[in-house]
């Protein structure tokens, strides 16, 4: 059983930037970020490999940047330029299958971070 703990939201202005972090409270293969705004479907932002490997949503690959510390088996999120659309719950999720996190199907999720981008 793992444990997924998002932290970094808040209030932010738009063309800002922040950091999202998710601890896991074990060692993970892969994880990922996904966000949902109000009245909208869970959307995938990026996923990562224990070993560095990515995959990017399309739409998300210019301004997020998704990275982790192994060692402190922590996954971060970084956005820059952020608009007012980026604003939503942004959820952490980690699985030993790679497509099974990429897919939204992962076996862990945490509880969720909010973003808010004020314009």
């Known amino acids: 059983q793992v444990q997924l703990v998002e932290s970094g939201g808040g209030l932010v202005q738009a063309g800002g930037s922040l950091r999202l972090s998710c601890a896991a409270s074990g060692r993970t293969f892969a994880m990922g970020w996904f966000r949902q705004a109000p009245g909208k479907q869970r959307e995938l932002v990026a996923v990562i490999s224990s070993g560095g490997y990515t995959v990017y949503s399309d739409s998300m690959k210019d301004r997020f940047f998704i990275s982790r510390d192994n060692a402190k088996n922590t996954m971060y999120l970084r956005i820059i330029s952020l608009k007012p659309e980026d604003a939503a719950v942004y959820y952490c999720?980690?699985?030993?299958?790679?497509?099974?996190?990429?897919?939204?199907?992962?076996?862990?999720w945490g509880q969720g971070t909010q973003v808010t981008v004020s314009s």
């Open positions: 999720s980690a699985d030993s299958d790679f497509s099974k996190v990429q897919d939204g199907r992962a076996e862990y």
